[in-house]
């Protein structure tokens, strides 16, 4: 059976020399021994003001890279006109972490109306987002990080986002066996570089396609599997890789779901969404204790059976309730171990482990576990055999 593992294959190494000459072209412009000063900023709703603590890891990830690492906190409440002030003296902060977009656009709350430092477009073009390197400055929240281009130290602060990817819970990586070895840096990088056909050519006849979203033109540094789950039949990797972008670089993590039907694996979902990559993966090992290593393939489940809402409709809640759910009856076959419920949206999907508590049990689950997109979803279920087999119910459509 697959498991997580610490060893290093080739490509691994080749991916993180490639990670590290992206930020060593950068270094060249950075001097060594600079302070990259990183200003916090706290809710227009609360009017806090947010720890200033280093996180450990990015301290000695800057230290690593050359450089010193210094932050301030300060309230929302005028703040633009600091940030403003700092601009026009040249000693602008080279990264901004934030929990509220308000910061940047500008917002009016219970405690007054609070400028945006990105509200005028003159200004806006000078932010570059910051995803996965510098989210430990959030702690537990979830929020923004920015640098800006016309910081004092803005060249080390890159630098510092586009270092080789590190691997969540402090992995070190993960061993990738034969064909996977190949397929999956591949189709994770084609999957963000927005390459279609890239991806085509390992697609899965059962996987859903949904209409991809409008991206900024991406390249891919280098990458670094974190995570392999399954059997020889069904397999789940887990992989971060650095990227550059027009208005984006940092650290992005993706998951590649693979089946073997025959001879060769198959694409079955390539997610981007942060509770796929997140508590998704946390359910993995639970999966994978239940698939045989060895087991000979039966016939396969008899799939799940969708039972409400309706295709086209979003779950309506009951009365007092805040949000609706979706229902299903799980496969009557005994030898399905799991199941996983998928929703796709625009090139992505959000899975989330439910196990069956006996063949032809009711499972469910919230609207509240989706965000708000405005476009359309597709859902179905995935009933899971021991062997890693997999039968699919309808799938069904909503707008959400």
Not at 16 to 45: F, N, Q, Y
Not at 60 to 85: C, L, N
Not at 108 to 127: N, Y
């Amino acid at each position: 059976m697959m498991a997580t593992s610490c060893s290093r294959p080739r490509f691994v190494a080749v991916a993180t020399a490639m990670a590290v000459a992206g930020a060593l072209s950068l270094l060249s412009s950075a001097t060594a021994g600079e302070t990259i000063r990183v200003w916090k900023i706290g809710s227009p709703d609360s009017g806090d003001t947010p720890p200033v603590t280093v996180p450990l890891s990015l301290r000695q990830e800057s230290t690593r890279s050359g450089f010193r690492i210094t932050v301030e906190a300060f309230p929302a409440r005028g703040f633009a006109a600091m940030f403003f002030d700092a601009v026009a003296r040249n000693a602008a902060p080279d990264v901004l972490a934030f929990d509220n977009f308000g910061v940047m656009n500008g917002m009016t709350t219970g405690l007054g109306r609070f400028d945006g430092i990105g509200a005028e477009p003159a200004m806006r073009q000078h932010f570059v987002q910051v995803t996965g390197a510098f989210d430990q400055l959030l702690g537990r929240k979830y929020g923004w990080t920015y640098l800006f281009a016309l910081s004092p130290n803005h060249a080390a602060a890159r630098a510092l986002a586009l270092t080789a990817p590190p691997c969540p819970n402090g992995s070190s990586g993960t061993m990738l066996h034969g064909e996977l070895a190949e397929i999956v840096p591949r189709v994770a990088t084609a999957h963000l570089e927005g390459d279609a056909i890239g991806v085509q050519g390992y697609s899965d006849p059962d996987r859903l396609l949904t209409p991809r979203a409008g991206r900024d033109n991406l390249r891919v540094g280098g990458l670094r599997p974190c995570g392999l789950w399954g059997n020889e039949r069904l397999a789940v990797a887990l992989v971060n890789a650095s990227y550059e972008a027009e208005t984006t670089l940092g650290h992005r993590r993706v998951l590649l779901v693979l089946r073997k039907p025959s001879f060769q694996w198959r694409l079955l979902v390539a997610a981007r969404d942060p509770i796929s990559t997140d508590g998704f993966v946390n359910d993995l090992p639970r999966v994978a204790a239940v698939l045989a290593a060895d087991a000979q393939s039966r016939a396969l489940p008899i799939p799940a059976t969708l039972l409400s809402p309706a295709s086209g409709d979003f779950p309506t809640p009951l009365s007092g309730e805040r949000f609706g759910t979706f229902k299903w009856r799980s496969s009557p076959s005994a030898d399905v171990v799991t199941e996983i419920a998928e929703f796709a949206y625009k090139d992505d999907a959000r899975l989330f482990v439910a196990p069956p508590k006996r063949p032809e049990s009711r499972g469910q689950l919230s609207s509240g576990q989706l965000w708000h997109t405005g476009d359309a979803w597709y859902w179905r279920i995935w009933s899971v055999s021991r062997a890693g087999d997999v039968a699919f119910s309808e799938a069904r459509t909503f707008r959400h």
